[in-house]
């Protein structure tokens, strides 16, 4: 064979083998490499993002809550002010469902008001069934005076009279899907007190801004 020929063919030759090891490594880079490095880089990513700190998000709600809770007592004069949620509490027998209950998560007290937060801890929903219905249909209870029989109390007026409430204002806290989470009310002790219609709905407003924090506290 003529030299040049027989070198030619070699150059194609090797032109070819380095062709097609480089489509070996190609596919080794793009079948092995590619999906590891991928996962890789999800690894660093997932490590740097930072995790839920139940505690800390928790504090921080109740700053946010607490802190607002104080400004609606200032705000309107109020002698307490607080916040329920509804939760789950036990099982019935023998189903087995979940029992609905609330519980005074928040609390504002003025100078000699007295607190109720203690006393309502995974209370069942049915004993104060009228008053809840009636925040479920309606969103606002309204009772300028606990003493006077014409207003409805939708029977709160015992509760009143353990804790020395003369007027009470209560606001369904919802969701921005209208699911019914917790209710925000204000309590006034020293003096019987009768808000206009434009405190209702600036106090509706608070309740509305309220559900908002807490479904994003409770959606994490």
Request: aromatic fraction near 12%.
């Amino acid at each position: 064979m003529n030299p040049l020929r027989w070198v030619f063919y070699s150059y194609e030759y090797l032109l070819i083998s380095m062709e097609n090891l480089a489509m070996i490594i190609v596919a080794f880079i793009t079948g092995v490499l590619g999906p590891i490095s991928v996962m890789f880089i999800k690894y660093l990513l997932d490590k740097r993002k930072k995790k839920p700190d139940m505690v800390m998000d928790t504090l921080r709600v109740s700053e946010l809550i607490t802190h607002r809770i104080d400004h609606i007592r200032d705000e309107f004069n109020a002698d307490r002010v607080w916040i329920s949620q509804f939760h789950n509490g036990g099982n019935f027998y023998p189903t087995g469902r979940s029992m609905a209950k609330f519980s005074i998560m928040y609390e504002t007290v003025s100078l000699n008001a007295g607190s109720v937060q203690s006393n309502f801890k995974n209370i069942p929903v049915n004993l104060f069934s009228r008053s809840i219905n009636e925040l479920l249909h309606n969103d606002v209870i309204e009772i300028s005076d606990f003493k006077d029989e014409t207003i409805a109390t939708f029977g709160l007026k015992y509760i009143a009279e353990e804790s020395g409430c003369k007027s009470a204002y209560l606001f369904a806290i919802k969701s921005i899907e209208d699911k019914f989470i917790g209710i925000l009310a204000v309590d006034y002790t020293k003096k019987k007190t009768k808000l206009d219609m434009e405190s209702i709905n600036h106090l509706q407003n608070h309740a509305s801004s309220i559900g908002g924090v807490l479904m994003t506290y409770l959606n994490q």
